[in-house]
């Protein structure tokens, strides 16, 4: 089964996009971009789902930490975000994302994404 990290600081988004994924892979919801890279440590994910609007490290910021790290900077991924204007997708996508999902997603969409980039 893969493994799948899901990082949001909103709760609601973050239920409900583990909600979408479980059962079809082992999901870790974690709240804080921190929490992702210090569990990366330990778990490399297959993909990482990943919000870009959150407190202390934002995604775009994460997202470069990821790449720089030699065990880490071939896991796709996926930007997972509220924000929807196209230069944060740009942003995104430069700094290497393989895709970028706007929230409210439909749980179709998600995954059609994920096994596209598995």
Sequence with gaps: MKTIFVVDDNDTSLLAAKAALDGRYKVYALPAAEKMLKLAEKILPDLILLDVVMPEIDGFEAMRRLKAD???????????SGKDDEESEKQGLELGAAGFIHKPFSRLALIEQLEAHL
């Design 70 to 80: 030699e065990r880490l900077k071939q896991v796709p991924v996926i930007f997972l």
